[in-house]
Each structure stands twice: as C-alpha cells, then as structure tokens.
C-alpha cells in the first residue's frame, strides 16, 4: 500500500521551533482526541499542552518529525518525535560542540506512550544519538494515568539528569585512540548491525571501510567519539554508493538508504552507543553504565 502522508521532518534544526512550524511539520503533536481505534480507557493528553507546560519550565522544541501514516484519517493522531532542550541558560554553541537533550515520542493512536530518552545532538554534523544510559530506562508515560501531564514533567528533568551524565561520552571518548584493527572492529559490528537480513546474511556492496571513511576533515581523528560518529553518520544518513551484481549476475548500482522511520532510527543509535560503550570498556574506560550507578 503507497504511503498516505510522507513523513515531515526538521528534526536536524539547531534553533526554537515555533507552534505555527510544528503545525506544519508534526500536525499530530496538536491532536486534542484519540483515535477512534482507541478505548475509553485511553487518556488523550495532546502534546502541545504538554510542550506549553515545559516551556514554561525552560524547554523549547528544537527538532521535529511525524512518522509516517498508512491509514487514512490517522494523521492527524499518528507518532511523532520532539527534540527538546532547555534555553534558560543559553549557550552560545560552535561546530564540534555536543549537546544534551531530551527526546519525546508520543502518539494518540496507540502505537506509542509518552516516551522521553536522553539525546547527544553533534553541531559538528547536526546528528543525533540517542542513547539509554546504562540500566536507566526510558522514562514512559502511559496513556491511562491521572497525572500524565505532571508525569510527563517531572520524567522530562529526570531525563536531563540522564542526559548530562551521557555527556561524559565525548569528553572521555575522545581521549581513547583506537587502532586500525580496532576501528575495523567496531565498524564490522555497525556494519551487521545496519545491514544483515533477518538470517543474520549481509548483501549489501557497502563495506566496512566505506563506513569508516570520513565525510569532513574534522572527522579524520582516530578517537573512539570521532570514529563512533563517523560511523553514526554513514549508517543512519546512507548515501554510500557501491556496485553490486543482481540475481541475474547484471551489474547494479546500490546507494544505502537513510533510517527514516522514528523507531528504526533510535533503535540505531541506541544500539551503536551501546556498542562503543563497550569498546571503551575493553579500552580500559570506564563504561557509562558504572558511572550511572555511582551517581545514582
């Protein structure tokens, strides 16, 4: 079935996103009701009375993007994904920088509870990762409470907390060189990790060394943040081009595809922040994990 709505998105804006732009870009963040598939169990919060409240707080929309719809009618209802941060204390950030985050998903059609995570977002290349810290979960609101709007707030600075403490991967990434051996090592993992089928087969012509060629003179570092982006990049944004044979043996053209869909692209970086988590580890670093918990 051809999608019905193509997906909106300006979820790579480094700037305060107004309510006439979110109207425009992510219609479902204003949906006062539920869709009609849901109960009467189902507490229709919209998100803009939730996005109201935390500006008050301090937090402004920075980044949007609506999922895309299949069904007719379900539009106006369907995923969305908010980037959030907040401006009280304003800094003035330049290329290279890294920032903390919050990331809210949410939907009035059933196929998401309030979801908020902690997100670096990279001036460097405007890329997010999203990444769950250690044992911390996500922090989800349910469309069923009482208190969703209260819920949603208080969930929001925990996540900050969250994401503050995540800032501790560029700092001490950076500091970790990885060798060429090393490197190819957590680029073959990407690599399984973006393009093997569901038998674990990869077909794709795009190689592991494709996805360790930077794409700015500021990326060439060898440390495990720069690598980790660099990787990051090539895997969710695509456009790598590589020449492939088909079934019939014809030569063929192949260009990697971005992760366009909400879920998909988190369920990425989460799983790559995981992965170079680890290799800090096994570089000697303390993982993020352990740290959390000391914190806590």
Not at 27 to 34: E, I, Q
Request: net charge positive.
């Amino acid at each position: 079935m051809r999608a019905i709505n193509a997906p909106r998105s300006r979820f790579d804006s480094n700037r305060v996103l107004v309510e006439d732009e979110l109207r425009s870009l992510v219609p479902s963040v204003f949906a006062t009701t539920a869709h009609e598939s849901r109960s009467a169990k189902f507490v229709p919060v919209p998100t803009i009375e939730i996005l109201r409240s935390l500006r008050n707080e301090g937090f402004e929309v920075v980044g949007a993007r609506q999922g895309l719809c299949r069904l007719p009618g379900k539009s106006a209802f369907t995923k969305h994904q908010l980037r959030l941060r907040q401006m009280n204390n304003v800094t003035a950030y330049k290329v290279g920088d890294t920032i903390a985050e919050v990331m809210l998903r949410n939907a009035n059609d059933g196929t998401a509870s309030y979801d908020l995570a902690a997100l670096l977002f990279r001036i460097a290349c405007l890329n997010g990762m999203a990444c769950t810290i250690g044992t911390i979960d996500d922090v989800r609101v349910r469309h069923n409470g009482k208190n969703v709007r209260d819920d949603v707030i208080d969930g929001t600075f925990t996540v900050v907390k969250q994401a503050q403490l995540a800032l501790a991967a560029p700092r001490e990434w950076s500091q970790i060189i990885l060798d060429r051996d090393e490197r190819k090592i957590l680029a073959e993992s990407v690599h399984q990790l973006r393009f093997a089928d569901a038998e674990g087969e990869i077909k794709t012509p795009i190689t592991v060394d494709m996805l360790l060629t930077p794409r700015r003179r500021e990326d060439t570092n060898p440390d495990l943040w720069t690598v980790t982006n660099v990787l990051q990049e090539h895997v969710v944004r695509g456009g790598d081009t590589a020449y492939g044979r088909d079934a019939n043996n014809r030569l063929r053209r192949v260009t990697s595809r971005s992760v366009n869909s909400i879920d998909g692209d988190v369920k990425l970086n989460r799983a790559l922040f995981a992965l170079a988590d680890k290799m800090a580890a096994l570089k000697g670093a303390k993982p993020l994990t352990a740290q959390v918990a000391m914190a806590a």
